[in-house]
């Protein structure tokens, strides 16, 4: 797997994944779009959001387009069921991290934001575990009586 982090002259920031030893020569490249370039695709109808975005990534991987098989586009900000993507921490924010993770007497937190793994799935789950295991840890303590 190749991570690689580009500047296009649209401004747009890619987080792009590839293949590079998958058997055969069709593979598949992500991008990952956030901040004000997510904002200026979120503006625009879906055919032109491909088109920018085709444009942008042929400026960073050129003959992409001439290669080109499928694009889907998903924008969660646009989604109504989601609102949002994921937490991007400042630098030193990370910090914060234990302080987030730690329950507030009977109530826990977890999801991608509270875990070691901000922005990915991974850290959903990890995080939702954690928490179904301190809870159970918690409920089965000597004396506690439900309220």
């Not at 580009?6 to 901040?35: S, V």
């Not at 050129?62 to 069921?81: A, C, Q, Y």
């Amino acid at each position: 797997m190749i991570v690689t982090r580009h500047q296009t002259t649209n401004g747009g920031m890619f987080f792009a994944k590839g293949a590079p030893n998958k058997p055969g020569k069709r593979g598949l490249l992500q991008a990952y779009n956030y901040e004000r370039y997510a904002d200026k695709l979120d503006a625009l109808n879906e055919s032109e959001s491909v088109e920018r975005v085709i444009a942008d990534m042929d400026e960073v991987h050129p003959g992409l387009r001439s290669n080109l098989e499928t694009v889907v586009i998903k924008s969660w900000t646009t989604d109504p069921w989601q609102r949002g993507a994921f937490t991007m921490y400042d630098p030193g924010q990370m910090k914060m991290y234990s302080e987030i993770c730690k329950p507030d007497g009977r109530v826990w937190f977890a999801g991608e934001h509270a875990s070691g793994w901000p922005g990915w799935m991974q850290g959903a789950l990890t995080s939702g575990i954690k928490a179904a295991r301190e809870i159970n840890a918690f409920t089965n303590m000597p004396g506690l009586e439900p309220d």
